[in-house]
């Protein structure tokens, strides 16, 4: 399988409408492989799998099935918070939350974990590889800009208008969201709660795109909500493919 390099044009148009797989909004009969297929007809330019817990056969084989079709449509695979996985799958990438980047740094460099600070500049993705994509959850600009010294291709901030997928999600007002973007110089995704009604709130905050997870995989015509979100984010963040 030929090895897709992404380069930083790339990944910033790759970035506008980043859909996060979610199983839980599927409803009953559904797969994330038709629901995926259906998103893909309808604009989504990058695919995160997130799913939690362990994985059994079934839901391997699925994600495999899913990653082949990304690859197919040229768009970015990202598995979510952890390198290991990351590295077995042969995903595009990886996207670590602020603990799974420090339980990385602790096993793999050798520190205690929750220390960053004496980590060298990019030693996170010389972990990732150049050429692949690493994103961090950042909700602070102190974060952000660790992050971005640590070689985030890009940064993943919210919850800018509350969410029901992450438990532990706190608000992200879009002034703060805004002061991530200026404060670094990599990309930086808005997600929580984006849907169609709210998108253009966005406007002017600076972010390079979206991360959806319910109004994508929860809609009820997933390619026609998937195409008027990418029409809304070209729109806002002036980022045509």
Same mark, same amino acid.
């Given at each position: 399988?030929?090895?897709?390099?992404?380069?930083?044009?790339?990944?910033?148009?790759?970035? /506008?409408? =980043?859909?996060?797989? @979610?199983?839980?909004?599927?409803?009953?009969?559904?797969?994330? =492989?038709?629901?995926?297929?259906?998103?893909?007809?309808? *604009?989504?330019?990058?695919?995160?799998?997130?799913? $939690?817990?362990?994985?059994?056969?079934?839901?391997?084989?699925?994600?495999?099935?899913?990653?082949? /079709?990304?690859?197919?449509?040229?768009? &970015?695979?990202?598995?979510?918070?952890?390198?290991?996985?990351?590295?077995?799958?042969?995903?595009?990438?990886?996207?670590?939350?602020?603990?799974?980047?420090?339980?990385?740094? !602790?096993?793999?460099?050798?520190?205690?974990?929750?220390?960053?600070?004496?980590? &060298?500049?990019?030693?996170?993705?010389? /972990?990732?590889?150049?050429? $692949?994509?690493? *994103? %961090?959850?950042?909700? @602070?600009?102190?974060?952000?800009?660790? !992050?971005?010294?640590?070689?985030?291709?890009?940064?993943?901030?919210?919850?800018?208008?509350?969410?029901?997928?992450?438990?532990?999600?706190? &608000?992200? @007002?879009?002034?703060?969201?805004?002061?991530?973007?200026?404060?670094?110089?990599? &990309?930086?995704?808005?997600?929580?709660? %984006?849907?169609?009604?709210?998108?253009?709130?966005?406007?002017?905050?600076?972010?390079? *795109?979206?991360?959806?997870?319910? !109004?994508?995989?929860?809609?009820?015509?997933?390619?026609?909500?998937?195409?008027?979100?990418?029409? $809304?984010?070209? $729109?806002?963040?002036?980022?045509?493919?």
């Amino acid at each position: 399988m030929k090895t897709i390099i992404w380069t930083k044009e790339a990944l910033r148009r790759a970035l /506008l409408l =980043y859909a996060v797989s @979610s199983r839980a909004s599927l409803r009953a009969g559904e797969t994330l =492989y038709g629901a995926v297929k259906e998103l893909l007809d309808g *604009g989504i330019t990058m695919l995160q799998w997130r799913e $939690k817990g362990e994985e059994d056969a079934a839901l391997a084989a699925e994600r495999e099935r899913v990653q082949a /079709l990304c690859r197919a449509a040229g768009i &970015p695979f990202i598995m979510n918070d952890s390198l290991e996985a990351f590295r077995k799958s042969g995903a595009d990438g990886v996207h670590l939350g602020q603990t799974d980047l420090r339980e990385a740094a !602790a096993r793999s460099l050798g520190i205690s974990v929750g220390d960053t600070t004496k980590l &060298p500049d990019g030693s996170i993705k010389a /972990l990732v590889g150049e050429g $692949k994509i690493l *994103g %961090i959850t950042a909700r @602070s600009v102190e974060a952000a800009r660790e !992050a971005e010294r640590l070689g985030a291709d890009y940064i993943g901030a919210g919850a800018v208008f509350g969410t029901a997928t992450k438990a532990d999600a706190l &608000p992200l @007002s879009i002034s703060a969201f805004r002061e991530i973007t200026e404060a670094v110089s990599i &990309p930086v995704v808005a997600i929580g709660g %984006i849907n169609e009604e709210n998108v253009e709130k966005l406007s002017g905050s600076g972010a390079a *795109g979206i991360a959806v997870v319910s !109004a994508l995989f929860g809609a009820e015509e997933r390619q026609l909500t998937a195409a008027a979100l990418r029409a $809304k984010a070209e $729109k806002l963040f002036g980022n045509k493919n």
